[in-house]
Structures are given as C-alpha cells and as structure tokens.
C-alpha cells in the first residue's frame, strides 16, 4: 500500500532562514507527488507537483522540491522564510489518479 | 470566478439530524472527492467519484452517503449525524493525476 509520512508536525524557522519540510512516501513504484499549503480558516492550495519529469521541482512562492528515489523522499525546501510563509503544509502522493493520499501535515511557524 | 463551491461554510447539527453538504464545480472535471480533515490526521477520503454516476467508497465511508447526478455536483450526506462526524470537510475536483482543486471547506460541529 502507497502512503506518505511527514517528519515534524511543527516546525519553527527565524525569517530569512532556510525552511525544510520533510515528506517520504511508501510506494513500489515511484508515485505522482505533491506538496499543497494551507492557509487558517481556507482550503489547500498546490504548491507544486511532481510528475516523473525533472527531478527538482520548482512551485509557487520561491518553494521547490527534490524527488529522490534512493531516499524515497520528496522535501520541501525554501532558502528564506517570509512571515507570510507560516501554514501548514501537505505532502500528498498518489499512483492511481483515481485517490490522493495525504500526510498529516505540518504545522510551519515563523519567527520574526 | 473558476473552482470549486462548497456550500454551506459553517453547520452545527445536533446529533441524529440529516445535512447535505454540496459541491459544485464548473472546470468540467471528471474526478471529485470528498475529505475530512481532524487535527492531527492530515486529511482523509470518505467518498470519490471518477464519473457523472458513479461513486466509490474511500478511506472512511461509514455514516456518509454521497451522489454524483451531474457532472459538476458532488453531494456528501449524513443521514443521522454523531459528534465524532465533527469535522472540517473539503470537497475537491481533479481532471488526472496532476493535482486537486480544492474548494474552502464547510466546519461541521455535532453537538
């Protein structure tokens, strides 16, 4: 069975640091991945996705991604956190197309 | 504008009582789904449908019932509400494996 996890349900980083957020998925074959942000009080927003293209995934807001298939992971990374960055972020994976399976999540703080 | 509408936004029910939550969607999307989100368990499927007339069961279908008459309609429905269907509920639309659409999500309490 596919699923995904994410390492740190909180995270806090100063503004103007680097922000990493961690996703590894569990998959035979390397699945569709995504990373979706969630502002309080709305629904999720796609940051970016990975389709089996190139490998470094760049998304909305200076965020990207790096699929490492090795390591079975696909991190979230931003060289400098902005006060605006502060939600929570979903790693997601799917294989299908048909169900998305999400991780639970982790809450991004960031410190003025 | 574009997207995913889910009506209502907010609901307090008291527990036995039936709701229908709605979602609409107007990109002709085939796929829509039905989620709840609780702290701490990221977001979770309870219905999804591929197609006008069809619907299949997700990860935690018990006590929901869903229907997809038209393409851009997706209702979720609590026959006889409990406290533990206390939840946000996110509908979303998707057309392949390149992302959801998701809609602002409708805060249910059960008292």
């Known amino acids: 069975a596919q699923s995904v996890t994410q390492l740190g349900s909180h995270v806090s980083v100063s503004e103007g640091a680097l922000v990493l957020l961690r996703c590894n998925y569990s998959?035979?074959?390397?699945?569709?991945l995504f990373w979706y942000v969630q502002y309080p009080n709305q629904g999720l927003q796609l940051l970016l996705k990975?389709?089996?293209?190139?490998?470094l995934v760049k998304g909305i807001n200076g965020f990207e991604a790096e699929f490492k298939k090795s390591e079975t992971s696909f991190h979230l990374t931003k060289p400098s956190a902005h006060m605006s960055d502060a939600a929570e972020y979903f790693c997601?994976?799917?294989?299908?197309?048909?169900?998305?399976?999400f991780g639970t999540g982790t809450s991004l703080t960031v410190i003025p | 504008n574009a997207g995913v509408t889910q009506t209502p936004k907010f609901r307090v029910l008291k527990t036995g009582q039936s709701m229908t939550l709605l979602c609409a969607q107007d990109?002709?999307?085939?796929?829509m789904y039905w989620y709840r989100q609780d702290p701490g368990m990221g977001l979770r499927l309870i219905h999804y449908?591929?197609?006008?007339?069809?619907?299949a069961k997700g990860e935690v279908p018990d006590g929901y019932n869903v229907s997809r008459l038209k393409k851009q309609n997706f209702l979720l429905g609590l026959e006889s509400a409990a406290p533990s269907q206390t939840s946000v509920y996110f509908c979303?639309?998707?057309?392949?494996?390149?992302?959801?659409?998701f809609g602002s999500g409708t805060r249910l309490t059960v008292v």
């Open positions: 997601a994976v799917s294989f299908t197309g048909n169900q998305f399976y």
């Open positions: 979303a639309s998707s057309t392949s494996n390149y992302g959801y659409t």
């Open positions: 990109m002709n999307h085939e796929y």
């Open positions: 990975y389709t089996s293209a190139a490998t």
């Open positions: 449908s591929v197609g006008e007339g069809t619907t």
């Open positions: 998959s035979s074959v390397p699945p569709y």
